[in-house]
């Protein structure tokens, strides 16, 4: 596979729930990104990690909690959402934290919290 | 505060026309520029950059970039249904983690 793969495409959850979404990239690149995209909102900067190292946490609710286990792999880990949290979710990666050259997104995850 | 503004749409055109996307930037030290286009229910996909003032052109795309006037722009030639999508701008600065997008234009070229 090539590029950044999310799964899963959808879900559904209820506000006990928890879930956790997977970003893989095959891209070789040192950065990863979690946005969150509402309707006719530009996209919001969740999280990001360079070399596998948090680097920001952009006033993220604690009901979302990242993890990036190596360079290639980045989880979001949801629980005890609310309705106002659906959106879709999008992973991104970048050669550098620079990010020069621009992103590559993932198909993203289209969540709906219930 | 950085911003990046775009005109939300949606912009409509015809077949075979041009058109013209546009997006302006508050933060003066911004280096690199971007278009993303994302279909409905995709996800955004790069299309242009564009690091220096002028123009850039790739097949029927053009950017053209203005960093007196804070100013990018996209010119889609001989526009396709196949066009319509959302067209988001993205502006970078010098720093890590320093991307900002703008909410993105929806156009919608009619045969």
């Known amino acids: 596979e090539t590029g950044v793969t999310q799964t899963p495409r959808h879900l559904v959850m209820g506000m006990t729930n928890k879930k956790s979404l997977k970003c893989e990239q095959h891209l070789g690149h040192n950065a990863m990104y979690w946005y969150k995209q509402s309707a006719k909102k530009p996209l919001e900067l969740m999280f990001v990690y360079n070399f596998k190292e948090q680097t920001e946490n952009n006033s993220v609710p604690s009901r979302f909690s990242p993890e990036c286990p190596n360079s290639s792999h980045l989880f979001l880990h949801l629980h005890t959402l609310q309705p106002e949290d659906s959106a879709l979710y999008l992973c991104?990666?970048?050669?550098?934290?620079?990010?020069?050259?621009?992103?590559?997104f993932g198909s993203g995850t289209r969540l709906t919290v219930v | 505060q950085k911003e990046v503004e775009q005109n939300s749409g949606p912009l409509s055109v015809p077949e075979g026309a041009i058109a013209s996307l546009n997006c302006t930037y508050s933060d003066r030290g911004s280096q690199s520029f971007f278009w993303y286009r994302q279909y409905s229910g995709k996800s955004p996909e790069l299309i242009m950059s564009i690091y220096s003032n002028g123009d850039k052109e790739d097949g029927r795309f053009t950017a053209q970039l203005n960093k007196a006037s804070q100013y990018v722009s996209l010119l889609i030639r001989d526009s396709q249904p196949s066009d319509s999508a959302t067209y988001l701008c993205?502006?970078?600065?010098?720093?890590?983690?320093?991307?900002?997008f703008g909410a993105g234009t929806r156009l919608t070229v009619k045969p």
């Open positions: 993205a502006v970078n600065g010098n720093n890590n983690n320093d991307m900002r």
């Open positions: 991104a990666s970048s050669q550098d934290p620079r990010a020069n050259y621009g992103y590559t």
